[in-house]
């Protein structure tokens, strides 16, 4: 289950595409199966179909892309005009028994990657592709602001770029805790300045790059406030507020601000990578649940409980 899932399960119209016609890449319409973030096993194959074996254990890249478009065509099929997910915007997605992709989409998993952590791929590529746009090197201080599985997912990536120094910067309680219990330096902006601890972390310097994960107004004033000169804010958070920004904040001090959109299919090559080594690990941020308590899911998730719940279909088979 994704946050996006619960947004167009509480309005369809959060698919932001004209709902009257068929997407225009895939052809569907409503309603749609949801579940975006998968993984399975290849049971069947259609003609034509290469480097691929029934019984071969699979990470979904669920991006349609247009490959026609400015983006496209500049190597950004992740910012294609009208790009759409399977398990979004086409007919059946990972929340099915069964369903059906091009060959294209499929990533291998290894023998050590179970079908649980190759359901994490999607999300974990999100957090993968933000942190490379900032470049992480070793000895570098990182903020993560949101401690939900995209900021878990940074925090991941962080280490495996070799980045040690690490705060977290997350209001909910129980969110603290869960990543707090994976090993993070844990502050709460309600009752803590952010930006004073991250200075008091590096000699009044700042993060040489923050990551904002939250989607909310103060979590990216509180990333750009933690900045140092010339260092990065890189938005991972889905905003649907406008923020106000001072242009002089970032001249001031020789700022960047950069937005990250999902993922390309080769982070999703370098997130399983990570998991084949060991890097990543789901125990303590991870449930399941089966296919037939998505309802309860969807409620739980829209509460702010939990942090990533998975859906076991009747036909995982083992692995989950």
């Not at 994490?120 to 933000?130: D, E, M, R």
């Not at 804010?233 to 406008?242: A, E, K, P, Q």
């Not at 089966?290 to 969807?298: K, P, Q, R, S």
Request: aromatic share 4%; charged share 20%.
């Amino acid at each position: 289950m994704c946050g996006s899932d619960l947004h167009v399960y509480e309005d369809p119209s959060n698919l932001s595409l004209d709902l009257s016609k068929p997407h225009p890449i895939t052809g569907s319409a409503l309603p749609q199966i949801l579940g975006h973030e998968f993984s399975g096993t290849v049971i069947e194959m259609g003609e034509g179909v290469s480097d691929v074996e029934v019984g071969d254990r699979v990470a979904v890249c669920p991006t349609y892309s247009c490959r026609e478009c400015a983006a496209c065509r500049t190597g950004l099929s992740n910012a294609c005009a009208v790009r759409g997910l399977h398990g979004m915007h086409s007919h059946g997605g990972g929340i099915a028994e069964y369903t059906t992709v091009p060959a294209y989409m499929l990533h291998h998993l290894p023998d050590n990657v179970d079908l649980r952590m190759g359901a994490l791929v999607q999300p974990l590529a999100v957090s993968w592709h933000g942190v490379k746009l900032a470049k992480p090197q070793p000895g570098d201080c990182a903020l993560v602001v949101g401690a939900g599985p995209v900021g878990i997912g940074v925090w991941f990536a962080l280490r495996a770029h070799g980045v040690e120094r690490i705060v977290v910067s997350e209001p909910n309680r129980e969110r603290r805790k869960t990543i707090s219990a994976l090993g993070a330096e844990v502050v709460d902006p309600s009752c803590q300045d952010v930006a004073a601890v991250v200075r008091a972390a590096t000699n009044d310097i700042g993060a040489s790059a923050a990551y904002e994960c939250a989607g909310v107004p103060a979590a990216l004033e509180s990333a750009l406030a933690s900045v140092s000169p010339g260092g990065l804010t890189v938005i991972l958070g889905l905003h649907t507020r406008s923020v106000e920004l001072h242009p002089m904040a970032l001249v001031e001090k020789e700022m960047g601000v950069v937005g990250s959109s999902g993922y390309l299919p080769d982070d999703f090559d370098d997130v399983i990578a990570a998991m084949a080594d060991g890097a990543i690990e789901p125990s303590g941020w991870v449930e399941e649940v089966g296919i037939e308590e998505t309802g309860a899911a969807i409620q739980r998730l829209s509460t702010g409980a939990g942090s990533k719940i998975l859906i076991r279909s009747h036909s995982a088979g083992e692995g989950l």
